[in-house]
């Protein structure tokens, strides 16, 4: 199963190429070609993880050579290791979950077809990046799940904020991704190959520069930052809401996003060898997550209020990540849990951040808005997808013993030894605690605060409520697999550098508990009992809630700061193109065509003149000599004597060959002279020139 | 003078080939002049058999070294089988029409003139040497003015023997010039009583001078190297075309040969610029020169294919002669590889205009109108010699005229080299000009041309050597090098 896990991410390959070209009319079977082919990943991927398990992480590499250079070769082929394995399931899982919920969600669509074929085609790459065993592999695959990102956010075409978000969603993370590639072609550069194993052992080796390694970290950690949408490239992924439900729980909530956590993660060697590097990743990640959560405060768009969810618990686990690196670089018998921390809570945040958002899907395809504002008491009435949001929200939490919990943990277990990363941490669980009740309890409790929505709104059909059920399970228990008292659990499976285990920390676990249940307990007290109105909040903090509001007024800034000052540097470029530029071309042109005038002239009459010449003087020599061969064999033997006599007068005394050459040409000129209009003999030519 | 050695084994090929053209003229007589191909096919079939013997005897020398059967000789005689060869199979549409009653003299004399070709190219020797040349060219006199009821025919019988016999006389009064200097008639001897002569007396008077002159006149005739070329042009266009065709190959290898030998081997001490003024490269350098100069451009204006051809045979001769005055294993190996594709492609452009002359009884360039739609396989096989001619790759003239400017450029006759890829261009004028008027000339298009079978096989025989032997040289310039090894050259 491992030798050919190279075929998990051809499946959803071969549904793609099967629905665009055969089976698009057909509806129903294009669906089922997609669902089937990733049901078949789902369980090859088990399969993988099965085997993975049996090899104690000792990963498994198959490569075939693409491109053979004395510089520098590249391959393709797959790296399965534990984190792989974990990903693998991951994603085939949640796309699985996905597809079928989709089934209800876009029932109707004109573009049924297409849809499936691109959640196939987003599939295969976001599987070719993880199973990729070199940086070149994970480039392609890493534009490719951009592309399919672009074309899922901007799904719905007409509309035109889809299409703005969409082309947002690709020109901004490939801001990132300009850096992603200079990092590689710098890693190309200094380690001279790709492939992550023999790149981490030359880095491990110490055959690349700390200098450099600290540029490749930080470059590299750029393409994080473009795809996991951190500070400051951020601004896109709430745009990327856009597109349909699924893709936001699919892409830009459990998969696509965590790819750049994923890529932090595979490189962990490079930021353990800088601890800048490491430190720099952390800070953003930080930063990011304070950020993001501060704004979901306010936010009134139920997937927006989601997807700054999404955008500060990457943060988190870029930040939990960047802490172990710090930590290693420092100290490589540290006892930190970052790398665990931060792919346990990717794999855990996957599950129930996919069913947040299936089940905000949910909601709005029962009420048709985003807009928390004119929801509320729908729990009488989705009785299954309020149970479900219910319990995903207790997980994000980090409510014992749901999966969230054990990850928050260990990313607080994380910060350990950094007091202000502790404080922060802390503070965003407790506002994560908070908006995700003011929105529970805004959408699902209390009084309906738009009847006719409320009246029209009903519970979704099975395929969309099972995936729920499904994710509400892996929500509940597949952090479980990571609880501290496992001495086999996720800790010692998916591991960088040393094996580490790590007992349970009480105290810890205790504070954040304590931290979760306060944010819970203050959203309790203002958006269910409303003890305290949120309205008399609003006002108090007027100027932090205006620039909450405004997302720290990002969009703005770059508006004002990068986007119209490049509107007007290219408004000025266009205008320079059109007055000095085509001014400058069309006199060009102009001068040209005199130029070519004058040379048409020259060529007229001095080329052609002597092209012509040479052909006039040889007709001219020809007709000499023409005429010398007068048919007289008398004469031919005169020429023979009188050349002969001359070399032989030039071999003896060259002076002399002049007087004789002078000689020659006189008497030959005067009978030419003479002779002149004289009939020519034999067999000389009389014939016309024709 | 010992023993006189003679072994009659080597000199078997010639033997044969001369008892076979007494056998073709008997039997044109005893058949009473009635089969009018059999003759021809005779002929071929003898040039055949002489071939076959010549490939198993050969290689040794005889006669007190007078005749000396080396790998040259073997080289340049098939050059002549070759031409004759080719001649003989062009020459059945006036052996059935024009010379009908003297088919058998035709033929034989063609196989004379082959036989004192294949003498001459043996001589190691003076006398020899100058036998040979006599026995090649008298036939050709006869052969020139073979049409005796034709005024141009008679003419360029009687020029050719005018200037002819001047020219030998020349030649024997530089011969002779040089046995008294010598003492000897050998050239190998010659080479060392020069050489001791030089070293014991310090430098050699213009009695020397004179005799190189003499020699490289009476020789160039043979060539029509300019300005001793007059005669070719009124010949080549009075004699009957086959008969010009031989004349411009086979009669002008013999010249090369006899010039190689005498030159190249007998005087190869006086081309070095230090024994000036007796240096004969500078002298055959500016011959060459000259040559390609009015050969290509009096070609510009004729309008007679045979009068065009002769001049550019004139040229030819002009760029086949930079690899003679190259002095080295490679300018001699080039001269015969030049000798080699210059056989398939003018015996083919000759063939044609004979077949063509044939038809239509006319040799006037603009006679060739409009060939291509009547006869569009005989239109190719003219256009591929005349591009061939012209040195357009991948055809055997390309590789020639490369391999000779290459050992020009060795040799360091950059201007040589320089003029030649001049002339090349004008030449391309007056060929693609034939070419021209076949090709993009409206025409006569219901003219029809039978090819006597004979006539075909000369034409498949010059197409597929200049096609073949362009594209892959190898095997004849290996022989040709083999060959010039013989000189030891640098």
Redo the contacts between chains.
Sequence with gaps: MLENAYLIPIYPLLAFVIIIFATRWKEKLSSAISIAAILVAVIHSIFVMIAVIGRHGVPFELSVPFIEHPLISLETGIFIDPLTAVMLLVVTIVSGCVQIYSLGYMHGDPRWSRYFSYLSLFTFSMLGLVVANNFFMIFIFWELVGLTSYLLIGFWFEKDSASDAGKKAFITTRIGDLGFIIGILLLATYAGTLNYQEVFTKVADGAVPVGVLTMIGIFIFCGAVGKSAQFPLHVWLPDAMEGPTPVSALIHAATMVAAGVYLVARSMTLFVGSAEAAMTVAVIGLITSFMAASIALVQNDIKRVLAYSTVSQLGYMIMALGLYGFDVAKDPHSHSVGYFAGTFHLMTHAFFKALLFLGAGSVIHAVHTNDIQEMGGLSKKMKITSLTFFIASLSIAGIFPLSGFWSKDEIVAATLGHPVFMFFTLLIAFITAFYMFRLCFLTFTGKPRNQERFDHAHESPKTMTMPLMFLAFLSVFAGWVGMPWLSHGFSSFVYTGELQHHGPNYIVMLVSTIVAVSGIGLAYTVYFKKKISADVLMEKFKPLYTLLLNKYYFDEIYDKVIIKPLLAFTRMMWWSDANIIDGLVNFVGWFTIKWADAKMLFDKYIIDGAVNGAGTVCMAASWLFKYVQNGSVQFYTLVVITSAVGVIIYKVTPEGFVYYFIGVVVVALARFLMKMNRPEEGNVETEPEG | METFDYNLKLIIPEMFLFVWALVVIVFDISSKRRNSDSVGYLTMAGLAITAVLLYNFHGGISFNNMFSSDILALFFKVIFLGSAFMAVGSSFGLASDKIKNHRGEYYGLILFSTVGMMFLSSSNELISLYVGLELTTIPLFVLAAFYKDKK?SV??G??YL??GA??SA?LLYGLSLLYGFTGTTDLTMIKINLSLLFLSAGKIG?GL??AI??I??GIS?KLALV??H??A??VY??APTPITAFLSVGSKAAGVVAFARIFVHGLIAFVDPVMK??DWGI?VAVMAAAAM??GN????????IK?MLAYSSIAQVGYLMIGMVAVSELGIASVGFYMFMYLFANMGAFAVATIFEDKTGSS?I?SYKGLSKSAPALSACMAIFLLSLTGIPPLGGFAAKYIVFAAGIQAGYYWLVILGLLTSV?ALYYYANVIKTMYFSDGNSDLKINIHPAARLVLVIGVIGVIIFGIYPEPILNFAMESAALFALP
């Design positions: 141009t003419e360029a009687m020029k005018i200037v001047f020219s020349v213009p001078i004179l002159v003499m490289i006149a005739f300005p001793f007059m005669w042009p009124d266009q009075g003024p007796l002298i100069v009015v451009i009096t070609a510009l204006r004729q309008h007679n009068r006037s603009s004008v």
